[in-house]
């Protein structure tokens, strides 16, 4: 195609009478950002190339079917996560994730600077139960979610320096 | 609100949307840039545009980047559910290669511009104002009588008469010192079947496919951003700094070099993108003397024959190799990303890129899959080939060899925190280095060559895990794990992939504040001339 004078007519008829799942997926995802919430992806730091280093010119995009933000699957997550009692004395932390899409979370978490004690997964959600190592600042959780065949990584960064055994106080999700 | 909004990515100064502004505004037209970064600022950046002041006639909305095509055309919907009854254009690479397929499923848009769009957007903006047909406008997309028009495309802007683009607000900085991102030129002289820059441009300059702005006109838009607004440190953004002869590069270099110092521009540091067949000792060396090269970002993609071959790149092996060394021998800082997974990728193909990866892991790197952009030779090739799932809006595809495509998908689930996610390590080592690197250029008085080491140091041991965990899960694959036994052994390397990013996280932590600390000390002011104010360019001329 190169520059000309006339204007060129294409196949492509408006679609009215019916949505297409290209318009479909753009108006789920415009309801995902619509209510997103503070704790929404930010919290559980989904969003991806974007948070980049300024100076980290041409930053790889991830692939296309691993995207969680694509179909913003980061906001369609909510989490709570809390301290708790521990055998002799020790805390713990529970942290339950859950999301409003169907998915399927993988039992499988990983974690650094942590002990993992139990998993217990439910339809759209996973409960996690993990025990900080002795001196640890901070744990990383690591969670595989599946969603319509696309896999994607949940990665949550705890500040556990400061235990507050009390369900009511959330504990504190640092961006990754 | 002024009477056209463009509303696109503004992480660091988006010089499309800033080239569009000033085309406008010299136009006569009010314009605002609306930034949308990402799903979280969606409510802001609608409240922003239906919001106080009244609506702007033209909404301009960048659909550069195809993976944020779907969030910007959700803000098209949602403007037009607002009740917002102006014109909503859009543009950008993607924008131009989808045009009739998002005519068609988006009717809230009005129109599209295609390529670069100076000259339409002015046009349109002007002619929705005025009430005329938009039909005699070239370079757009429009619905008409039921289906899609692609009015005649027009020639690329004359790069010597745009205006420079619009500067505003306060410039990002590393160790103090401001930068400024800017172009010297428009395209690539380079092919490659995976790259829509290359596709978009061969659209409207067949067998070219790049152009030069004069030597002049870009030293005085970068004299003005010294003098003006303080910049010392330049990006250029081009998508390719360099022109397919090193002696004509060679001739630009200096050109430019004496430019600047005519122009009164001290000392400066620059970051360019090449490819590795422009990297000769003379070039790099008269980038490093005359213009203060502080980094290459290099277009390896991959070292494998067979990808080589698949991306197009028109590059052999020994080159990539070739570049490498000289740049190392140099002590230029350069840094690479690989595409080690694409369409065709063997277990060789696969060996081949990892044993590059350890080879220069000195240098800053990442790596991922090779995707397939709209309008590429790639993305038609394997259409072609009834090789792609999903559809325009996002292509995917399975690697053809079943065991490398059990490889990529265990890969992207561990590496995905590390090279993809928000902060990804992969990336800030690079920014790590920038600092040392900055350090080393501007205060040679507090830099400490051990810190060169040190950054050196990270990125090795980051590559080196890498590789590492790469042949794990090669090894893995080898037997076809159920999906258990699959999460079992994602969970397992993940640990181990955290924690080495855990222990080289904090360790560019400490270097940065190091750094930061050192250049904080006794600061020289490297400015001739400290204005009260940031300038525009108009106010410095």
């Given at each position: 195609m190169t520059t000309n004078d006339k204007s060129e007519s294409i196949d492509?008829?408006?679609?009215?009478e019916a949505e297409s799942p290209q318009r479909r997926r753009v108006l789920d995802l415009l309801q995902r950002m619509a209510r997103t919430?503070?704790?929404?992806?930010a919290a559980i730091g989904?969003?991806?190339?974007?948070?980049?280093?300024?100076?980290?010119?041409?930053p790889l995009p991830p692939p296309f079917c691993a995207d969680p933000t694509r179909v913003g699957l980061q906001l369609s997550m909510s989490l709570s996560g809390s301290w708790v009692s521990g055998d002799s004395g020790s805390v713990r932390v529970r942290l339950y994730v859950s999301s409003h899409d169907t998915v399927t979370f993988s039992p499988a978490v990983a974690l650094s600077g942590a002990t993992l004690v139990q998993t217990a997964t439910t339809t759209n959600a996973i409960e996690v139960l993990l025990s900080p190592d002795a001196g640890a600042a901070a744990v990383t959780v690591h969670i595989s979610v599946d969603c319509s065949g696309q896999v994607a990584a949940i990665v949550l960064n705890l500040d556990v320096r400061n235990p507050v055994l009390n369900a009511n106080v959330p504990i504190t999700v640092v961006a990754p | 609100m002024a009477t056209v909004a463009l509303v696109g990515p503004?992480?660091?100064?988006n010089l499309s949307l800033r080239y569009l502004a000033a085309a406008l505004s010299r136009a006569g037209e009010q314009v605002e840039i609306v930034p949308f970064n990402g799903p979280e600022a969606f409510r802001s950046t609608l409240q922003r545009l239906v919001g106080v002041g009244g609506p702007p006639a033209v909404v301009a909305i960048s659909l550069a980047f195809q993976w944020r095509a779907s969030e910007c055309l959700a803000v098209a919907v949602a403007l037009r559910s607002a009740g917002y009854r102006g014109h909503i254009t859009a543009g950008g690479h993607f924008g131009t290669f989808a045009a009739a397929e998002l005519l068609r499923d988006f009717p809230?848009?009005?129109s599209i511009c295609r390529h670069e769009a100076e000259e339409t957007l002015v046009e349109l903006a002007h002619a929705v104002r005025d009430g005329?047909?938009?039909?005699?406008?070239?370079?757009l997309a429009l619905r008409e009588s039921g289906g899609v028009v692609l009015t005649p495309l027009r020639a690329p802007p004359d790069l010597a008469c745009l205006p420079w683009p619009t500067r505003f607000g306060e410039p990002v900085q590393c160790l103090g010192h401001r930068i400024a991102a800017l172009v010297?030129?428009?395209?690539?002289y380079a092919r490659c079947a995976f790259c829509c820059i290359a596709a978009w441009h061969e659209q409207t300059l067949?067998?070219?496919r790049f152009r030069l702005r004069p030597v002049d006109d870009v030293a005085d838009e970068m004299a003005f951003l010294v003098h003006?607004?303080?910049?010392?440190?330049?990006?250029?953004?081009?998508?390719?700094?360099?022109?397919?002869?090193p002696t004509r590069s060679l001739e630009r270099i200096e050109a430019l070099a004496d430019a600047l110092d005519a122009r009164g521009v001290g000392r400066i540091a620059t970051v360019v993108k090449a490819r590795?067949?422009?990297?000769t000792r003379e070039v790099f060396g008269a980038m490093q003397r005359?213009?203060?090269?502080?980094r290459v970002y290099l277009g390896?993609?991959?070292?494998?024959k067979q990808g080589l071959q698949t991306l197009g790149r028109q590059v052999a092996q020994e080159q990539n190799h070739a570049a490498m060394g000289i740049l190392a021998e140099l002590g230029v800082y350069a840094c690479f990303n690989l595409?080690?997974?694409?369409?065709?990728?063997?277990l060789d193909s696969l060996t081949a890129n990892l044993a590059f990866m350890r080879e220069h892991g000195d240098s800053p790197c990442n790596f991922g899959r090779v995707e397939l952009y709209a309008g590429t030779p790639l993305l038609e090739r394997m259409q072609r080939e009834g090789r792609c799932t999903g559809d325009y809006l996002g292509w995917d595809y399975s690697i053809a060899e079943p065991r490398v495509q059990r490889i990529f998908e265990l890969a992207t689930r561990c590496f995905f925190p590390r090279n993809?996610?928000?902060?990804a390590l992969a990336n800030r080592l690079m920014s790590t280095r920038f600092d040392v690197e900055m350090c080393r250029h501007f205060r040679p008085d507090v830099f400490q060559s051990a810190w060169l080491e040190r950054a050196k140091a990270l990125s090795r041991a980051l590559s080196s895990d890498s590789v590492r965990g790469l042949e794990r899960i090669i090894d893995f694959s080898g037997a076809d794990a159920v999906r258990s036994a699959q999460d079992d052994f994602v969970a397992r390397l993940s640990v181990k992939l955290r924690a080495t990013e855990a222990a080289v996280g904090a360790g560019a932590a400490e270097l940065e504040h190091e750094v930061q600390r050192a250049a904080d000390s006794?600061?020289?002011?490297?400015?001739?001339f400290v204005p009260a104010t940031l300038m525009t360019a108009e106010e410095f001329r």
């Open positions: 492509a008829s408006v679609q009215k919430t503070a704790l929404g992806g989904l969003a991806a190339t974007e948070g980049c280093p300024p100076f980290a010119v041409d | 503004e992480i660091e100064e809230e848009l009005d005329r047909p938009l039909a005699g406008i070239h370079g010297g030129s428009r395209g690539c067949p067998g070219k003006g607004r303080c910049i010392d440190t330049f990006i250029f953004h081009d998508d390719n700094f360099f022109l397919p002869s590795p067949p422009d990297v005359r213009l203060g090269l502080a390896i993609e991959t070292d494998a595409l080690i997974f694409d369409p065709d990728t063997t993809f996610a928000a902060g006794e600061r020289e002011d490297t400015h001739p």
